[in-house]
């Protein structure tokens, strides 16, 4: 069973920018999907963006211009930088894996708050 520790949650004010990561275990990480979850207090979990093993990246509308996903195959990473944070984007954020369902990890907090 694949290991997602999340890092780089945080409390910012609304305007700033935060770069979470998450560190997958395993040996072929390359040939999974990837993706970042969030979920907000009251809220179902969405989507927010998802990169595959070859790089194509797709992105909820909410954050579309504002975040951007990447990996590092060589170091079994997945990035999400956000930028022009808004109180919306609040939630718990969770690095995800495909492998027919999608695994999730233990989330980070994002706050967005002035």
């Known amino acids: 069973q694949v290991q997602l520790v999340e890092s780089g949650g945080g409390l910012v004010q609304p305007g700033e920018s935060l770069r979470l990561s998450c560190a997958a275990s395993?040996?072929?990480?390359?040939?999974?999907?990837m993706g970042w979850y969030r979920q907000a207090p009251g809220k179902q979990r969405e989507l927010v963006a998802r990169?595959?093993?070859?790089?194509?990246?797709n992105y909820a509308d909410s954050v579309k211009g504002r975040f951007t996903i990447s990996r590092d195959n060589t170091k079994n990473m997945v990035y999400l930088q956000m930028n022009s944070l808004k109180p919306e984007d609040t939630a718990v954020y969770y690095c995800?894996?495909?492998?027919?369902?999608?695994?999730w990890g233990q989330g980070t907090q994002v706050t967005v708050s002035s």
């Open positions: 395993g040996r072929i990480f390359s040939v999974y999907a």
């Open positions: 990169i595959s093993s070859g790089g194509t990246t």
């Open positions: 995800a894996r495909y492998n027919g369902l999608w695994e």
